[in-house]
């Protein structure tokens, strides 16, 4: 596991880079999982997706009530999203999760990305 610390000004944030396989147009779904924990009583979680479109980060799922263990499953299905903005030439897509807290750290297990098509 990783322990990501969280200082004043800086939050916990982990950014993961993931290669899909399949061509991006025939994605119907993307479906991400964080495992791990954080301190009790901690603020949000929130989970993030880079649009390489408009080059900005897109919230894709969050967990505000949070206890000292996360299991934080977002289903990326009812977006109607173009799921390519997130999938580069390459393959490439940017998962971001982060706590909204300077003060806490966040350790992370696992992050899963589940991809259909």
């Keep these: 596991p990783w322990t990501i610390a969280g200082t004043p000004g800086n ?3 982990l950014q993961c880079k993931f290669t899909i396989d399949v061509s991006p147009e025939a994605v119907i779904s993307i479906g991400v999982t964080l495992n791990g924990s954080a301190e009790a ?4 979680l929130q989970t993030w997706a880079w649009n390489f479109n408009t080059s900005l980060w897109r919230k894709i799922g969050s967990n505000s009530s949070m206890t000292t263990s996360i299991a934080s499953y977002s289903a990326w299905t009812a977006w109607g999203e173009v799921y390519a903005d ?7 897509m940017y998962i971001l999760a982060n706590l909204n807290n300077t003060n ?11 991809v259909a098509w």
């Design 11 to 13: 939050y916990s944030a």
């Design 41 to 44: 009583n901690g603020d949000t």
């Design 86 to 92: 997130y999938i580069d030439g390459d393959g490439c």
């Design 104 to 114: 806490q750290d966040l350790n992370v297990d696992y992050i899963e990305l589940k």
